[in-house]
């Protein structure tokens, strides 16, 4: 294709968040979305969003798209797709310009191995044996000392993070482990995000807007409850399935 079409095609990776619905009524997700993010405007950065309807159940064959979209446009979040709908409501959907994917779209395909070619036989030399190279360890905790100031973002990936420095209200502190803050956390803690139930949130002094472990969100629009907040607490999910909860508990230091 000549470098000067008016169309060219080109592989990328884009960041997809999948959100999972029970529901298409408008009025029971914005009630949700003002439980888990305030209804905040920017509370997501104009990111692209896959609707996974896998775990709902009783759907109706039609539903209003349009405002369902704005309403997570509101919050910063652009719906692109759908994910498990029963294929009226699929049909739906893609009609109103949300197509249909499967699964294996939003998993990472895995990478063809090149095929090996052909080496011609060397002839045999003695040499002494070479050590092979010992791979550098993959980390497991990143520490983070500086003060995380409102509108900046730190993600510790695939690892745990600690923090001693204070975490300023609107900055964000992720990672796909426990977050530990020996400091005052003022902005937002997201722990497991790689969707580790098991992760906990530890800090010193609780004065967050939110906290998140594994994707279930707590939001502090009215502030700390008093019996917590500037406390040390540690939050961490509690009970199975349609049971799991979000635990923000004291954390006893002495």
């Not at 600690?162 to 990672?175: C, F, H, K, L, Q």
């Not at 500037?230 to 230091?253: D, M, W």
């Amino acid at each position: 294709m000549a470098k000067d079409s008016p169309i060219q095609f080109k592989g990328t990776t884009l960041k997809i968040i999948q959100t999972q619905l029970r529901s298409t009524d408008p009025d029971a997700l914005h009630a949700a979305l003002a439980e888990l993010t305030g209804n905040s405007p920017d509370f997501f950065e104009n990111e692209l969003a896959v609707l996974d309807f896998s775990q709902a159940e009783a759907l109706p064959e039609h539903a209003d798209w349009a405002a369902v979209c704005a309403l997570l446009k509101n919050s910063g979040l652009n719906a692109i797709a759908t994910l498990g709908l029963p294929s009226a409501l699929a049909a739906d959907a893609a009609a109103a310009g949300l197509p249909a994917v499967g699964a294996d779209a939003l998993s990472r395909p895995a990478r063809a191995k090149p095929a090996a070619e052909p080496v011609p036989t060397p002839t045999p030399v003695a040499a002494a044996p070479i050590a092979a190279p010992t791979p550098e360890p993959v980390p497991r905790t990143i520490t983070l000392d500086k003060p995380l100031r409102s509108g900046q973002r730190f993600y510790a990936k695939g690892c745990d993070l600690i923090v001693t420095a204070m975490v300023s209200a609107g900055a964000e502190v992720i990672a796909d482990g426990n977050i530990h803050v020996y400091a005052p956390l003022r902005g937002r803690a997201l722990a497991g995000a790689s969707g580790d139930k098991a992760a906990r949130i530890f800090t010193t002094s609780l004065e967050a807007e939110l906290v998140s472990v594994a994707g279930l969100y707590r939001t502090f629009e009215a502030g700390v409850p008093a019996e917590l907040a500037r406390q040390p607490a540690t939050i961490s999910l509690v009970g199975e399935g349609e049971a799991l909860s979000l635990n923000v508990t004291p954390l006893a230091l002495r």
